[in-house]
């Protein structure tokens, strides 16, 4: 078995999963609202970090 292998996505399959991850977000943001807030900014700033490499990858080609 191939662990990481290459799919050809159809839209609505990734748009179903985007929809999945936005509420999926919105039930755990709601849920550790309390917890998440004094560290806001750490975890935006860690969100845009990461972003950066997949970024570079995507717009190189």
Same mark, same amino acid.
């Given at each position: 078995?191939? +662990? +990481?292998?290459?799919?050809? =996505? !159809? =839209? =609505?399959? &990734?748009?179903? @999963?985007?929809?999945?991850?936005? +509420?999926?977000?919105?039930?755990?943001?709601?849920?550790? !609202?309390?917890?998440?807030?004094? $560290? @806001? =900014? /750490? /975890?935006?700033? *860690? *969100? &845009? @970090? @990461?972003? /950066?490499?997949?970024? &570079?990858? $995507?717009?190189?080609?």
């Amino acid at each position: 078995m191939k +662990l +990481l292998k290459t799919k050809v =996505w !159809n =839209w =609505w399959d &990734i748009s179903l @999963l985007k929809w999945c991850c936005f +509420l999926f977000g919105m039930v755990a943001g709601a849920y550790f !609202n309390v917890y998440v807030r004094p $560290y @806001l =900014w /750490i /975890i935006l700033v *860690a *969100a &845009i @970090l @990461l972003t /950066i490499r997949p970024a &570079i990858a $995507y717009w190189k080609d």
